[in-house]
C-alpha cells in the first residue's frame, strides 16, 4: 500500500507543479523517475518518450501512465494518470462552473514565473540526457542534425521524420558502439491483457461512430468525438486544440467566446493541456454537462492514451532486446535530445525569457535544480515568487 500511496503523492505533486506543457512536463518527469527516484533508467525513459512520439495522443500522460504501470502494474498505470491529471482537471471544472477566483488568483507575474520555472526544468533534462544518450560525436551529430530538422519543418512531420532517421542511422552505424543505451523497464502487465486493450481501442474507434448514428444518442455522440480526438492526433498539447474546436464549436456544443476563455485558463493551470476537455464537457450546451459532463468528456479523450500505451508496451519491451533494434534506439535516443533542445528554444524559451531579468531568474533556477539539487516542485515556488516581484 506504502508502493501506492508514493506513486499517488509523486504524481499528484507533478500535476500541481508541472507547468510548461508536454515537452516541460517529461523534464519534470526525467528529473523525478530518472535521477530522483531512479524507477527507470536514462535509456528507458528515452525509449518511452520516442513511443509516445509514434502514438497518437498526450505524449507525457502516455509516459506518465508508462512508468505507473512500470512502478505499480495495471492499477499504478491508472493512478499515476488519475494523480497527475486530477489537479489541472479539478481546476478546469471549477473553472467552468463559473466560479470567480480565476481572473483575482492568478498574477500575471506568477504566471510569468511559472513559465521560467519550465525553462529551467526543460534545460535541465536536455543537459542531463543529453550527456548520457549522446556520449560521441555520431549521437552529438545527429542531435543537431534532429535539432535542423525540427526547426525548419516544424510541425508532426518534424517530429517523426528526425525519429524515423535517427533509428536508421543509428541501425547502420551505430553497430560498433559499445554500451548501447538499453536497459528493460520492469513491465508487470500479461500480453493477453495489453492486447485485449489494443483490440478494445479499434473496436471503439470504429464502431462508436456506427452506433451514434444508429441510436441518434447524444451522449455517445459526444464520447465519440472526444475519444476520436484522442486517438487521432499526433503531439499532443496545443495540436488537439483545431480538432477539438471543429468537435464542440462547429456543432455548437460550446460558443466560440466560451471556448477561447477556456483555452486561456488551459494556459494558466499544471499539468496536461488535455484537461481543457473537462472544461468542454462542464460547459457544454447539450448534456451531459456539468461536473458530470466534465468528467465524461475528460475520460472519453484520455482513454485512448491509456488504450494504446499499454497496449504497445508489450511488443516495445519484446523488440527492444532485439540488438538491431537497440542499434536504432541509441539513434533515436539522439533525435530524442535534438528535438527537446528544439522545443527548449520554441515555445518554451521564446515563451518566457524576454529580458535580461528573466534570464536571471532562469539562470538562478537552474543553479539550484543543477547544482544544489532543489526538487522541481521548489524550482515552481521560487520562479513563481521572483515572477510575482518583478511584476512590480
Known sequence: MNLYLDLFKTFFILGCTSFGGPVAH???????????????????????????????????????????????????????????TLPSAALMVIFGLGVGLYPEFWNQ??????????VVVVAHAVWSMGIKLCPDKERISLAVIALGISVGIGGTLGQLLPILLGGIFGFFFLKKVDNLPHSPT??????????????FFFLLLFFLPILSNFFQNQSIRIFDSFFRVGSLVF??????????????????????????????????????LFTFTAYLGTVSNLPPNGIWGGVFCLVAAFLPAYLLIIGVLPLWEKFRKESWLKQSMAGINAVVVGLLISALYSPVWTEAIFNRFDFVVFALG???????????????????FLGFCLNF
Open 109 to 118: 507575474g506568477v504566471l510569468h514565473g511559472f513559465k521560467i520555472a519550465a
Open 26 to 84: 517529461l523534464g519534470y518527469f526525467q528529473h523525478e523517475f530518472v535521477e530522483k527516484k531512479k524507477w527507470v533508467t536514462s535509456s528507458a525513459y528515452a525509449d518511452l518518450v520516442a513511443l509516445s512520439q509514434f502514438l497518437p495522443g498526450p505524449a507525457s500522460s502516455q509516459v506518465g501512465i508508462a512508468i505507473g504501470q512500470i512502478r505499480g502494474g495495471i492499477f499504478g498505470g491508472i493512478l499515476a494518470w488519475f494523480a497527475f
Open 186 to 199: 520492469g513491465f508487470k502487465i500479461s500480453t493477453s491483457y495489453s492486447y485485449a486493450l489494443l483490440t
Open 366 to 384: 537552474f543553479i539550484l535544480l543543477m547544482f544544489w539539487k532543489f526538487p522541481s516542485w521548489s524550482i515552481v515556488v521560487v520562479c513563481a
Open 235 to 272: 503531439g499532443g498539447g496545443h495540436v488537439v486544440l483545431p480538432l477539438l474546436k471543429e468537435e464542440v464549436v462547429t456543432t455548437g456544443l460550446v460558443s466560440n467566446q466560451m471556448f477561447m476563455v477556456g483555452y486561456g485558463a488551459a494556459q494558466a493551470i499544471p499539468g496536461p
